[in-house]
């Protein structure tokens, strides 16, 4: 939304297209095959070895990877799956795909991920899967969840829908569980319009996961021959482009995505009521998908927002949480006071503009409007005064 009086219109996010993804997807539209077609294999291969993984199975959206990962996996009613309240509602809503219950453990408040304490605390004997989340690209402790899923027999799968390319302890994210998802709506790291990758190195759990995406066919290749209840979860040939040639160009953008991260570092260095990210030791790459601030208690987030908002500058408060949902309230009774760190997290966070081809200036400028709405909220002076990089100043 434009706002009329604002010096500058900052995209909370944008996605990096060039000509190569234009001239991509446009190849595909020159050709008879629209789908199942070669760039969905080439998409599928090339996702495989960035991974490091023996298979890579394309879908429609994230959410459908998560939903074939569960289902793949056998999980169905009166089933647990435990996962986290502090996510995008596809982290839970799989398990209900399938007419499991998820199980929420709360987070570690600083990294934001599953606290691996909890999500043992958590296993009772209906317990089947673990959907660990690599929250806002920071990757969760998977070797912890890879015990606790040892002992009890369970399912892992990695919600890395936010997190492709990042590290953890210098491995990459998407080999350590059972499967790991990516997601390609607009706002992520790379796009494919709408899409998602399951990776895995178990190749009978590919097959099944692949069949499931293609209306339960068998993979003889006979196309009237259903031999499970499958979806049609299959991603395009349009958008397979689209995501192959955004995957050409993944460490770029991930380098430009540290680098803006970096600018805004900076400037919250000098602003006590704005803390930025934390990033923990053993996350040696980060993958940043959005930049999420903790505002202090202080602070009203409304007021914050919707002055920035007048400013040009739109934020969003990140996450709400699932158990808290309308839906999650009604149907298992949650109540505030449930998870409380979530909680606590959820009241103070805000996502301020986060893009691959953000310029230093419009970080300057998000900042300035930020540290002066802030200051004015806690009725004292300024703590970042502008430097010459300043493009606008707002009176204290
Ligand atoms: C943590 C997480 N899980 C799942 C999803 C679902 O992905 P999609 O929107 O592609 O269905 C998203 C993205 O929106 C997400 O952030």
Same mark, same amino acid.
């Given at each position: 939304m ?17 000509d ?17 077609g070669?760039?969905?294999r ?13 298979e890579?199975v ?29 996510s ?10 399938q ?29 089947r ?34 997190a ?20 390609? +709506? ?13 990776v ?22 006979t ?23 955004q ?43 959005? +930049? ?10 409304d007021a ?61 400028y998000?900042?300035d409007?930020?540290?002066?709405h ?9 703590r ?13």
């Open positions: 434009d706002q009329a009086g604002a010096e500058m219109n900052v995209p909370l996010s944008q996605p990096s297209i060039t190569v993804e234009v001239e991509a997807v446009l190849a595909v539209l020159r050709t008879p095959t629209l789908s199942l070669p760039r969905v080439a998409f599928e291969r090339a996702a495989a070895e960035y991974v490091g993984v023996a890579a394309a879908v429609n959206s994230g959410t459908s990877g998560l939903h074939l990962c569960l289902a793949a996996a056998g999980i169905g009613s009166g089933d647990e799956v435990i996962t986290t309240p502090f995008f509602v596809a982290s839970a809503n799989c398990a209900l795909y007419g499991a219950r998820p199980v929420f453990a709360d987070i570690d408040p600083r990294t934001l991920n599953l606290d691996p304490a909890r999500v043992a605390a958590a296993v009772t004997p209906r317990t899967a673990i959907v660990a989340v690599d929250v806002f690209g920071q990757p969760a402790p998977i070797e912890e969840l890879r015990a606790i899923a040892a002992r009890h027999d369970l399912a892992l799968i990695q919600d890395a829908c936010e492709i390319g990042a590290e953890r302890d210098g491995r990459r994210v998407g080999g350590q569980a059972k499967a790991a998802v990516f997601a390609f +709506y607009p706002n992520k790291q790379i796009t494919a319009g709408e899409g998602g990758m399951i895995t190195d178990d190749r009978a759990f590919a097959r099944v996961l692949r069949s499931l995406s293609n209306q339960g066919r068998d993979d003889d290749g196309w009237m021959n259903h031999v499970r209840l499958g979806y049609n979860y299959r991603l395009d040939e349009m958008s397979a482009a689209l995501g192959l040639a995957l050409g160009r993944i460490d770029e953008i991930l380098d430009r995505r540290a680098r803006v991260a970096g600018w805004y570092n900076e400037r919250l260095a000098a602003m006590n009521a704005v803390r930025a990210p934390y990033v923990a030791p053993e996350t040696t790459r980060m993958s940043w998908f959005v +930049y999420v601030v903790r505002l202090d208690e202080r602070i009203d987030r914050l927002m919707a002055a920035l908002e007048a400013d040009g500058v739109p934020s969003r408060p990140y996450f709400v949480p699932i158990h808290l949902q309308p839906l999650y309230r009604e149907r298992f009774g949650h109540r505030p006071g449930d998870f409380p760190v979530t909680e606590q997290v959820a009241r103070t966070t805000l996502a301020l503009p986060f893009f691959t081809d953000m310029s230093e200036g419009q970080v300057d998000v900042c409007r930020l540290d002066g802030v200051a004015r909220q806690l009725g004292r002076p300024r970042s005064q502008g430097g010459p990089s300043r493009r606008s100043g707002v009176p204290a």
